[in-house]
């Protein structure tokens, strides 16, 4: 770590003034780094992560989930489907063009056209300018959750963006791909990237021009490298290499606590992680029997034992304790006698088994590859032979875009913090066309589903929507449609002056461009 003085505090000191906090350069260490700088190429926590480096959202969740004005300053309700924003003016883009509502409604429109995201805008007609720092979102009906949608509006630089390079448009969105947006980039955010070299490091800068000058983040440079290996990444902290890490695997929580001049920070999580189950791609997973004995023979509560060593909540649902749609009496099953007698009543034995592919990260959730490890020798004990494979993650997402496996593993956390956009991912009838369904690799259709998650939408009374979705995870949970797993809890590790309590989230995106590192 290093402290040096910037021309504002060197200006400040010529003239006699005092300045409390030197500017910081830390280098963190995750388990990956981004695979793209496009914030509408991937729906994924590292990209959410990067976005809020280099982009500023209309709004953002604070660390109790309110919201928190960024590029929007204040917002109404106009009518039952038109709800406006009011931008903050003044604010420059890396490129040193000015953001004006030009540049909110070409962001809305690409992301309208994101396979990823698209989805998540879905329930809304338009956006429209009213001026240049004034803009309404229109919904095709009311909806329920438009601040939640706003957090993922990242205002991009339009004049940055648009025209053409080599022949090909500088907008286009391109899936693991060389688009010029994942290469290149001009947003409002705190940092710019002065250098990166994919899978060895990513420097960041202190954007001069940062229009937030009320942050007290004194962090002028950020060197992000990514350690895949759990013991590695914690030995970088504790000899002093790198400032900052995530996650802390559980077998180091101790380590890392007992060590002078280093602390550790948890915060509870509401990332489920789970299994698909695709039944396309094995016929004998479209049978309901041989999904529920599946369900039955992970031991979730032995995994968050022994494996996550107490650091995770077991799960029976998608959404966890405190989200509309939660049922306290959907809890984990357990039962191998039962899960046996299943897959014999499906027409699987000893001499008779079923086999199947699975496929896990391996540096994306805490624990991944044991928590694959584990349960497929799980089902090993019902008859089920599994081929494993785990791949780094920069190479297990185009595998997962192409659903590659009979048994993928997903984790998902909420961004609207509302157990629907699990639903609209994960569950729903995948829909190239809305976008719903994007993460769903098990195939799992139910109309009823579809229409319960659509209603909830457009939904207003909290009472009603929350008794919708209850009933889909109900659904969801008699007809086995995928494994749940534990919501995964979030750790970090850093050295004891960087005062990381106050910009770390169950979200998992650090407000890096607001960090204090003391002296």
Not at 335 to 345: F, G, R, V, W
Not at 397 to 414: K, N, Q, R, T, V
């Amino acid at each position: 770590m290093k402290f040096f003085k910037t021309k504002l505090t060197v200006a400040l000191l010529a003239a006699g003034l005092s300045f409390s906090a030197a500017a910081a350069d830390i280098t963190v260490a995750y388990d990956a780094d981004p695979v793209s700088l496009d914030p509408h190429e991937q729906l994924s926590g590292g990209t959410l992560q990067m976005a809020h480096m280099l982009f500023d959202p209309l709004v953002r969740f604070t660390k109790e989930l309110d919201f928190e004005a960024r590029l929007a300053e204040k917002w109404e309700r106009v009518d039952a489907t038109t709800f406006r924003f009011n931008l903050r003016k003044g604010v420059k883009f890396h490129s040193g063009n000015s953001m004006t509502a030009d540049d909110v409604v070409w962001t809305f429109d690409r992301l309208k056209t994101s396979g990823d995201f698209k989805g998540v805008f879905a329930p809304y007609e338009k956006m429209v300018k009213i001026d240049d720092y004034t803009v309404e979102i229109k919904s095709t009906e009311p909806y329920p959750l438009v601040l939640q949608t706003a957090t993922y509006i990242f205002p991009m630089d339009s004049k940055f963006y648009s025209g053409d390079l080599d022949g090909k448009a500088k907008s286009a969105i391109i899936k693991h791909g060389g688009s010029f947006a994942s290469t290149n980039v001009s947003g409002t955010g705190p940092y710019i990237v002065t250098s990166r070299e994919q899978g060895i490091k990513v420097v960041f800068e202190r954007f001069e021009d940062y229009w937030d000058t009320n942050s007290p983040g004194n962090v002028d440079k950020l060197t992000l490298v990514p350690i895949k290996e759990d013991a590695t990444r914690v030995a970088a902290l504790l000899s002093g290499d790198v400032d900052m890490i995530h996650p802390v695997a559980p077998n180091d929580h101790k380590r890392v606590e007992q060590t002078k001049n280093v602390k550790l920070v948890t915060v509870p999580g509401t990332r489920i992680i789970t299994f698909q189950m695709n039944q396309k791609s094995n016929p004998a997973l479209a049978d309901l029997r041989v999904r529920q004995a599946i369900v039955h023979a992970i031991n979730n509560d032995g995994i968050v034992k022994k494996i996550m060593k107490g650091f995770a909540t077991t799960a029976g649902q998608q959404g966890p304790a405190g989200y509309a749609g939660y049922d306290d009496s959907l809890v984990p099953r357990y039962d191998l006698a039962k899960a046996q007698k299943l897959m014999e009543d499906a027409g699987f034995s000893k001499d008779k088994p079923l086999l199947i592919s699975m496929m896990a990260p391996n540096n994306r959730y805490v624990n991944d590859a044991q928590i694959a490890q584990a349960a497929a020798g799980m089902l090993a004990k019902i008859y089920i032979k599994v081929d494993l494979k785990t791949l780094p993650k920069a190479q297990y997402w185009p595998e997962f875009d192409l659903c590659a496996a009979d048994m993928m593993m997903i984790g998902w956390h909420s961004d609207t913090e509302d157990s629907a956009n699990f639903s609209e991912f994960l569950t729903m009838t995948r829909n190239t066309e809305t976008g719903k369904g994007a993460y769903n690799c098990g195939h799992y259709s139910n109309t009823e589903v579809d229409q319960l998650v659509n209603s909830a939408n457009v939904e207003t009374d909290p009472a009603k929507r929350a008794a919708m979705l209850q009933k889909v995870e109900q659904i969801l949970y008699k007809e086995a449609a995928f494994v749940p797993l534990h919501w995964q809890n979030l750790a970090w590790g850093a050295k004891s002056n960087l005062q990381i309590e106050q910009i770390v989230n169950a979200m998992n995106f650090p407000y890096f461009g607001d960090l204090v590192v003391t002296e």
